[in-house]
């Protein structure tokens, strides 16, 4: 069998096709280049997986892998993926996590963590990765003298008892709250963080569950809360049972996603501006006086970057992509941030993403005020998005000139992460802005638009979506 290993290995983690372009042989070479090139023998890697029927094998490939050159494998079992990054805080040891996050049943990943939940991308390392495991899987892994050793921990509960601590829920008034698991990880997390699975004190949630049992197969929808049709099942509960609130998670329970009492999305990026605001806050009683740094990536909207100003922090802006907002995290000792895609990050874990920890500071600032979440919402989400908007070009760089060159003179261009074009003023307090930026893995581009008016954001973005869709002459 001949592997793509270009078409496996992504900019940010390992993803592809079960028994095709992932097989256990495969993993078990990915292992062994993951921990030559972390120098992880003699020391202890973490190794968990997701829900789906795939996930076991490759694991236990994975451990063989990594054991036959020296690790000591720590396997945590069944576990979300932000469960993966507490394990690999905890033993400050690195982490693969076997997932696709809300791919569908028939794929298969890793995720990778260096020591203390720090990224790995391929300019980081995941290349040099790939590139040792292409050798092994034509040679053969050679076994070290001292092969590694292999033990279970169990980390749900610990787990789950430091994100208490992290947010406190014991005070906030009672809340009936749907939560949309979407036969992933969160079938699990949920109970224990939120309920009392984890025999932890009981909160003032009555948490309605929808989906929680474990299945790989994803017999109910897809697990991606980002596209609206895997929203319905949970907007109609939440009005059905006239909750407070609803959340979703993804597979792999690392993203949330917020609806309101009436069913309408919560924007990730009003999102982002309620949890900057409680942790700023958190930051200045604790440490009065220190700067306060906090990230959101550029295609939030504007509101979140007017919250962090306003509540005194200094907002930095970053490119998309998970390794490296964990890398620009630390380089900046930022205390949070927020993208558009509801991945959120946190100084207290280790700089990576953590869902469950944004739905609790929700719950908490939410739950702390008596006004139903549509209107505690309404001032993080002033202005007007348009979502993401894929599309299928056949040539990306045509459909970008043809953008650029049609809003030459209506727009100031900056090319920091795709092509950003903000609108030149045309008058006091009307603004739009838009970014287009491709995939780094298929022939899409991708579109985001905010405007001050929702008549605004609707024209510039069928403006813009049928330049991109337009063959060139």
Known sequence: MTIDWN???KTYDVRGLVGTALTP???????????????????EVVVGHDMRDSSPEFADAFAAGARARGANVVSIGLCSTDESYFASGVLDAPAAMFTASHNPASYNGIKFSRAGARGISLDTGLAAI???????????????ENTGTFREMHILVQYASYLRELVSLANIRPLKVVVDAGNGMGGLTVPAVLGTASDLERLPLEIIPMYFELDGTFPNHEANPLDPKNLVDLQKAVVEHGAHIGLAFDGDADRCFVVDENGDAVTPSAVAAIVARREIAREKRDNPGAAVTVLHNLLTSKVVEEVIVADGAKPVKTKVGHSLIKDQMAATNAIFGGEHSAHYYFRDFWGADNGMLAA???LAEFGAQSEPLSEFAKKYNPYHLSGEINSTVSDVAAAKARVVSAFADRANFDEFDGITAQGKPAEAGSWWWFNVRASNTEPLLRLNVEASTEADMIQIRDEVLKLIKQEAE
Request: glycine fraction near 8%; charged fraction near 20%; aromatic fraction near 4%.
């Open 25 to 43: 042989a495969v993993v078990e070479a990915l292992a062994a280049g993951f921990v030559d090139e972390l120098n992880a023998a003699g020391q």
């Open 7 to 9: 078409a496996i290995v």
């Open 130 to 144: 790939r590139d040792r495991a292409i050798a092994y899987l034509e040679s053969g892994i050679d076994e070290v």
């Open 360 to 362: 609790m500071h929700v």
